[in-house]
Nanobody, 124 residues
Framework: VQLQASGGGLVEAGASLRLSCTGSGPPLSSYIVGWFRQAPGKEREFVAAIEPVGDSRRYRESVKGRFFVSRDNAKNTGHLQMNGLKPEDTAVYYC??????????????????WGEGTLVTVSS
């Protein structure tokens, strides 16, 4: 599956952004959609993930209560709603896909399809 992330931008602290991940090729409904981010000079880190069926989600601790991951299988898209953004959320955000039967994981090497990142910059 090919992925394309979009929706990044420059916002002030406290603002919201909604990232989208659009899939092409095999239906995204067969995949777990994960979100990762990489800040300058830092390693890529897990943000959130959602299974294709049901409401099973996973978040990194620092975004719980502020970020919400969702998906629309009919439109082959996934979304990451980010509220209450902080300067430390500044990073390039990537979406990734993992075969659904493998189960949720926060490990980046567990995802075999990656989209181009979208830059999120949060000013203080």
């Amino acid at each position: 599956v090919q992925l394309q992330a979009s929706g990044g931008g420059l916002v002030e602290a406290g603002a919201s952004l909604r990232l989208s991940c659009t899939g092409s090729g095999p239906p995204l409904s067969s995949y777990i959609v994960g979100w990762f981010r990489q800040a300058p000079g830092k390693e890529r880190e897990f943000v959130a993930a959602i299974e294709p069926v049901g409401d099973s989600r996973r978040y990194r601790e620092s975004v719980k209560g502020r970020f919400f991951v969702s998906r629309d299988n009919a439109k082959n898209t996934g979304h990451l709603q980010m509220n209450g953004l902080k300067p430390e959320d500044t990073a390039v955000y990537y979406c990734a896909a993992r075969r659904a039967y493998l189960g949720l994981t926060s490990i980046s090497s567990g995802y075999d399809s990656w989209g181009e990142g979208t830059l999120v910059t949060v000013s203080s």
